[in-house]
């Protein structure tokens, strides 16, 4: 099989990332990268050797021997990077979620996603971790069909980004978006439903306020609480908490329904995890039918070379497998552009309702 080639636009923390896990994978190479800040581009450097470094999208979509491009620049780019990419080129995308940030570029993406004639997968990548697929695989049979459920996530703060962007809603389209899109995707994903309302309590209590950016304090989200309200009559609710560093389990997820409960428990990463904490925990689902046998837990482990890979456990592997399929003719996205905008949608509408107190209704069917 002839090699894949790889263009990365982005090669900071996520981006470096995204290169260590298509390198486990057999005939591919990342072998074009535009990244503007020079310590990135020396550590992705050290990542891929062979990788030649170019200075401008224009330069990196004229070459006719890339396959794919993955998208890994700060979230305020992407939508100016999709409308460099429609006037050149026709290449199998992985676009970093979030999609897009600004409510007023909703349009223009779902016209791209529409006219954009090549795959375009939304780098979703919780959907992948070993334990949440084995949540996946058995929450309809031990549920009886998802009732009510909560996604939990207890974590660090935001981390270093270059020039700290991602210290500021303008940059990032707020916590509810940048951080949270994930969970509404699984939200989505877990209920096979639609969302038709979102109330949310949120806020920055604690984290980067003693910190000054050209004479401005952050004003990034560090908490919150959201509660859904689905199309098919099951409701969910996530809680989030940026300064729960010691944490045992950074995310949890519980699905409830008649026949019973189920859980995902999942650690955080191992390089920032607390070490009075002793050994990070195992990955594992708990399985609770109502029935006297009581609960069954189920270790998930994730392979050691993956989670040195990414700070995803393994989730981020998984999707490059799943996208090189695509690239290479074998298969369609699994998270469309249509996952990637709703999934912001939902975010944006979180924000203003913890920004104004409203409910927000939303409505998917006509779009």
Known sequence: MSTTHYGLIGCGMMGQEHIRNIQLLENTSVSYILEPDAKMRAAAAKLAPAAKFVDSLETLLAIKELDCLVIVSPNYTHVSILDTI???TALPLLVEKPYFTD???????KAFSKNYEAPIWIAMEYRYMPP???FLEQAEAITGGVTMLTIKEHRFPFLEKV??????????????VEK?????????????????SIMA?????????????D??????????????????????MLELCMFAEGSRYQEEISALGSNGKIECLIPGPGRFWSEHLGAPPVPKVIVSPRNPAGPTEIDVPVDDQLLDAGDHNGSTFYQHQKFLNVVRGQGQPEVSADDGWKAVAMGIAAQHSATTGDVVKLDFSSH
């Not at 949270?180 to 439903?193: E, G, P, V």
């Not at 309590?201 to 950016?213: K, T």
């Not at 952050?218 to 199309?231: A, K, L, S």
């Open 86 to 88: 429609k006037k050149h």
């Open 103 to 109: 409510p007023n570029d909703l349009s223009t993406v």
């Open 132 to 134: 949440v697929q084995t």
């Open 163 to 176: 020039n700290d962007w991602n210290r500021f809603n303008k940059n990032t389209g707020g916590t509810l």
């Open 180 to 196: 949270c899109c994930h969970y509404f995707d699984l939200m989505r994903l877990i209920l096979n439903a639609e969302p038709v």
């Open 201 to 213: 309590s949120a806020g920055q209590a604690h984290n980067h306020l003693d910190e000054q950016y």
């Open 215 to 236: 004479g401005q304090t952050p004003d990034i989200w560090d908490h919150g609480y959201v509660i859904v309200n689905f199309d098919n009559g099951s409701k969910a």
